[in-house]
Each structure stands twice: as structure tokens, then as C-alpha cells.
């Protein structure tokens, strides 16, 4: 399940649900944090746990930057092993300060999303 930043609401995307339900792979994030709406999925103040772009948080079609984009979690790292526990999980932005664009230019942080890291033991 995903959070928008759209009232509080969940979505559950097809192509997650494939994965998970048919392909029987786990996410590692939500496995670690299962409450979606507390942990959506970023770390960047009140957007937390969103992986959407780090520099995309206005839309310039047509809008001179005034309208926001909005703002899921899109990155993933999935597993199906028996053997692997996730035993951490976070995203990552880089250390600077996240300038959106016009500005991104300025970014010690190489991607438009925010990284996904998990660390797994495995047994």
C-alpha cells in the first residue's frame, strides 16, 4: 500500500500488488515498518518515507512551478529468500540540503529519487 499526500489515503498499486500477492516477494521497507501511514516510505521533514523526487516537488507543465507534484513512495527493494531478514531499512537523500528544482543543480545528491537501503542478515 502507498500514501499519498492527498488526505491520508491509501492506494494500492497493481504492479506492487503483483509482486507481493502472485510473485509471493516481501518489501523490505514495510516488513520493518508496517504502519503506512506513520512510515509512507523519504526523510525530509514532514515528508517522511516518500521516495519520489527529491527535486520534483512543484510540476512546471504550464504552471511556472505553482502546483505541487504529488508525492508517493516509488523506490523498493524486494526479496523472496527464506534466508534473508531485513534487519535494516531507510532512505537516503545525500547529507546537503535538498534544493528542488530550478535549483538542483546545487545537489551533493546525484538522483532525482531518494535511495532505498536495506541491510539484511542472513541466515
Known sequence: MHHFLHGNWKFQWPT?????????????????????????????????????STVEKMTSTGWSWTIPEPQDRIDYIFYRSPLLFPIQSYTYQGHATVYPKPFHWKNDYPSDHFAVITTFHLM
Open 16 to 52: 506492487t500488488q503483483i509482486l507481493q500477492n502472485e510473485a509471493g516477494m516481501k518489501d523490505s521497507y514495510r516488513e520493518l515498518h508496517p504502519q503506512v501511514l506513520e512510515n509512507p516510505g523519504s526523510f525530509c521533514l514532514k515528508l517522511e518515507r516518500i521516495t519520489w
